[in-house]
């Protein structure tokens, strides 16, 4: 499955557009972690535990965009967008939404150019 954030993907073109495709992800930390992250916290720096936990949140749903665009028959997703959000104490959600297309590869000239 190719994805893009583009709405084109080079080499390629569009046949067919199948819809609006939308994955989404919703994560926390546990208390062990919520402790770990204060103590980043403390210390100052880059928090390490929450940009992990954001990271599998995101492949989460880029996973889940990706089943929905599959069930809809589509060889890609472009013009994907992430949206990041939490509610609550510590819920992470992640959001990522695209239009799920069938695209095919461009044809080249005779002289392969």
């Given at each position: 499955?190719?994805?893009?954030?583009?709405?084109?993907?080079?080499?390629?073109?569009?046949?067919?557009?199948?819809?609006?495709?939308?994955?989404?992800?919703?994560?926390?930390?546990?208390?062990?972690?919520?402790?770990?992250?204060?103590?980043?916290?403390?210390?100052?720096?880059?928090?390490?535990?929450?940009?992990?936990?954001?990271?599998?949140?995101?492949?989460?749903?880029?996973?889940?965009?990706?089943?929905?665009?599959?069930?809809?028959?589509?060889?890609?997703?472009?013009?994907?967008?992430?949206?990041?959000?939490?509610?609550?104490?510590?819920?992470?959600?992640?959001?990522?939404?695209?239009?799920a297309?069938?695209v095919?590869?461009?044809?080249?000239?005779?002289?392969?150019?």
């Amino acid at each position: 499955m190719l994805i893009s954030t583009t709405p084109s993907i080079p080499g390629f073109r569009i046949v067919k557009v199948l819809g609006v495709v939308t994955g989404m992800s919703i994560r926390t930390r546990g208390a062990l972690g919520r402790f770990a992250a204060s103590i980043e916290a403390l210390v100052g720096g880059r928090a390490e535990s929450y940009i992990s936990e954001l990271k599998k949140t995101r492949d989460e749903a880029v996973q889940d965009l990706v089943n929905e665009a599959w069930k809809l028959g589509a060889n890609a997703v472009v013009g994907v967008d992430f949206e990041t959000s939490e509610i609550l104490e510590g819920f992470i959600i992640v959001t990522a939404t695209g239009t799920a297309v069938l695209v095919e590869p461009e044809q080249q000239g005779p002289q392969g150019k």
